[in-house]
Every structure is written in structure tokens, then in C-alpha cells.
């Protein structure tokens, strides 16, 4: 390696790092994989185990990379210890917790249509607690989008909706998308320190607060068990839904704010039904591409700043 590749390689890597979309889409796609993993371990993997480690494990993996920049950001996250408590607590344990306990009882349809409630539940949270408004675009962005989620939903056939049944996991899951909305208006008040830093101290408090929960769940009986499937989930929901999606999230929040950055939670679905395409062999039909066509439509027009 040149010298003079090196600056151009960390022009590039700020460059990817002040794309907000590009990052938003990023957390979506990892998301988009926790869903899937969720229902995949339901009731192998304990869910308020694999919440606690996520986070210790997040943590004990940033440290390496971001010790010296803490020694630099630790006057303000002393001053500021307060809200990073707040935001760990409501985005990283109780959200993170409840997302996968919410998964061992319901369905990926049902958690498709609880999810796709994010962006309104942002904008709202974002009215009440700041008096934001939505522009014209954003508004119509949500919708269009929104049409989008429900057309690969239901299959465009509007009586799949009428035909849903809810349950406990499906009210703990619309709570926590509720959680999710003010979390996401409340990043706001984030310090102004690295993203890593925050990524650490974040991950950090999560995972403290999560082990009395995770305690509790052992003394159930449910407890980990050391096999291929404990440890591909831990891996990838540490490494891809904790890390990667929570910097990218958090950068992308930053960037653009939250009420246009709430509208690409809707491209979920569409990597939902990529991912499961490829790994289940399903074909791609009908109802996918007007879904598509319509979510990327409507982020579009959400990402607009009028």
C-alpha cells in the first residue's frame, strides 16, 4: 500500500459514512436478517439471553478500536451520562429484549405488519416531543410506502388483512415499534462524540441493565444451549443487528433526521422477501414487484428535504 492510497481509501470510507441513505438501507437489510433469525431460533435460543449478549459482546468487540477516542469523548459522556443512559435503556435493552421475546410468539406476517408501523410511529414521536412536522414528501413518501409493505403483505388481495389474528407477541411488537418511534425522535439529544463511541458506551449500559432479565430467564430453565445454531445467531445478531445496524441507524438518524429516515424501515419487507427468495427458493412474483416498485417510490419521495 502507497501513501498515497491510504488518504484516498479514509476520503472514501467518510465519504460512505456521510451517505444516509446508503447507511439507512444498510441497517434495514441487517434488521431485515434479525426478523428472520428471530423466528428461526424461537424457542431454541433463549430471547432475553441472546438480548443480553448481543450487547456485551457488541461492546467487548468495539472497545479495541475506539479506547483511545473514549479517553477524548469522556469529558462529554460524563456530562451527557444521563441521556446515553435513557437512550440505551429505551433503543438498546428493553427494544432489543422485547423484539425477540415478541418473536417467539408471532409470525413473520404479523411482525411485517407491526414493523411497517415504524415510520408513523417516528413522525408522531417527532410531533409530540419537538413539534416536528412531516413535509408534503415525507408524508406522501410514508404512504406510498406504506402501500407498498401492505401490497407484498397481502399479496394484493385485501382480505389476508381481514383474516390476521393477534396475540401477546404481536401487542408486545407493536409496543415496541412504539418504543422504537421515540427512541429514534430522541436521538437528538445523542452528545456529539464518535459513533463508536456512542456504539460502546450504548452497547455497554444495555448489556449491564439486560443481565438481572437475563438471570431471571435461567432460573426458568430456559437456558442456552451450545449448539451450531446458538452460536451462528449470537454471531450474527452481535456482529450484524447490534453493531452494523445500530452505527448505521444511528450516523443515518444524524444525517437526515428521523421523520425521513423512519420511511426506510419500509424496505424490510422487500429484503425479507429477497432474503427468503434466495435461502427458501421462493419465486418472485407479482405482488413483490409492485410492492417494490412502490417502497422505493416512496422513499424516494420521503427522502426529499420538501
Known amino acids: ?9 479514509d476520503t472514501l470510507a467518510r465519504g460512505l459514512f456521510d451517505n444516509a441513505y446508503l447507511l439507512l438501507a444498510v441497517a434495514s437489510l441487517c434488521w431485515s436478517g434479525n426478523h428472520l433469525m428471530g423466528r428461526a431460533i424461537a424457542g431454541h435460543v433463549p430471547p432475553l439471553a441472546i438480548s443480553t449478549l448481543r450487547w456485551l459482546l457488541a461492546a467487548a468487540l468495539v472497545y479495541p478500536f475506539v479506547r483511545k477516542q473514549l479517553s477524548v469523548d469522556w469529558p462529554l459522556i460524563r456530562e451527557r451520562l ?8 429505551l433503543g438498546g435493552a ?3 429484549a422485547l423484539q425477540f421475546v415478541g418473536l417467539q410468539f408471532t409470525t413473520a406476517l404479523n411482525v411485517s405488519v407491526m414493523n411497517s408501523l415504524a415510520p408513523l410511529f417516528i413522525a408522531a414521536a417527532s410531533a409530540v416531543m419537538f413539534r416536528d412536522r412531516l413535509t408534503t414528501g415525507q408524508a406522501v413518501g410514508i404512504a406510498v410506502s ?3 409493505v401492505l401490497a407484498i403483505i397481502t399479496k394484493l388481495d385485501a382480505g389476508v388483512l381481514a383474516h390476521l389474528s393477534f396475540n401477546i407477541g404481536d401487542l408486545v411488537i407493536l409496543a415496541n415499534m412504539l418504543l422504537w418511534g421515540i ?3 430522541s436521538l437528538r439529544w445523542r452528545p456529539r462524540i464518535h459513533p463508536f463511541s456512542f456504539m460502546f458506551i450504548f452497547a455497554l449500559i444495555s ?3 439486560m443481565l438481572p432479565a437475563m438471570a431471571w430467564e435461567y432460573t426458568t430453565g430456559f437456558v442456552l444451549q451450545p449448539t451450531p445454531l446458538t452460536f451462528f445467531a449470537i454471531t450474527f445478531v452481535t456482529l450484524f443487528s447490534t453493531i452494523t445496524a445500530f452505527v448505521c441507524w444511528t450516523r443515518g438518524v444524524e444525517l437526515i433526521g428521523p421523520n425521513r429516515a423512519g420511511v426506510f424501515l419500509h424496505l424490510v419487507p422487500i429484503y425479507s422477501a429477497l432474503l427468503t427468495g434466495v435461502l427458501l427458493g421462493e419465486a418472485l412474483m407479482g405482488y413483490h414487484v409492485v410492492g417494490f416498485a412502490l417502497i ?4 424516494t419521495c420521503a427522502a426529499r428535504r420538501s
Request: aromatic share 10%; no cysteine.
Open 1 to 9: 500500500m502507497t501513501v498515497a492510497q491510504e488518504p484516498r481509501k
Open 82 to 89: 444521563g441521556v446515553l443512559i435513557y437512550l440505551s435503556l
Open 94 to 96: 428493553v427494544f432489543g
Open 146 to 148: 406504506l402501500g407498498g
Open 183 to 185: 427512541y429514534s425522535a
Open 207 to 209: 448489556g449491564i441493565a
Open 296 to 299: 422505493l417510490l416512496g422513499v
